[in-house]
């Protein structure tokens, strides 16, 4: 079974970075546009950021504009999250998805086929 594999999560201090990584178990997703999704306690899960399938283009929740950066690297199947600047509101279980073929939206969450497991990300301040 196909499995999208998160890592990279952990506890830092408000102002420190984070990366993350999402793996596909099975190379079957290249040529999926990928994002990150992520879900703080008490909230539903929200967009943060997405990539098409060659990496040319790249979208962002405003929340996140300017210290996130979202990337792939197709050679190893795996997209990135580096998370800069990071705040105490960014405190989630954060989650990689594959947007679906025929997609219409970057943010609707029922646009997406395949999630990952999720991995935690705690701020504190």
């Known amino acids: 079974q196909v499995q999208l594999i998160e890592s990279g999560g952990g506890l830092v201090q408000a102002g420190e970075s984070l990366r993350l990584s999402c793996t596909a178990s099975?190379?079957?997703?290249?040529?999926?546009?990928r994002s990150w999704f992520r879900q703080a306690p008490g909230k539903e899960r929200e967009f943060v950021a997405g990539i098409t399938w060659r990496g040319r283009d790249t979208y962002y929740a405003d929340s996140v504009k300017g210290r996130f950066t979202i990337s792939r690297d197709n050679t190893q199947d795996t997209v990135y999250l580096q998370m800069n600047s990071l705040k105490p509101e960014d405190t989630a279980v954060y989650y990689c998805?594959?947007?679906?073929?025929?997609?219409?939206?970057?943010?609707?969450?029922?646009?997406?086929?395949?999630w990952g497991q999720g991995t935690q990300v705690t701020v504190s301040s």
């Open positions: 099975v190379r079957t997703f290249i040529s999926y546009a």
């Open positions: 998805a594959t947007r679906g073929p025929f997609a219409s939206t970057w943010y609707d969450e029922n646009d997406y086929d395949y």
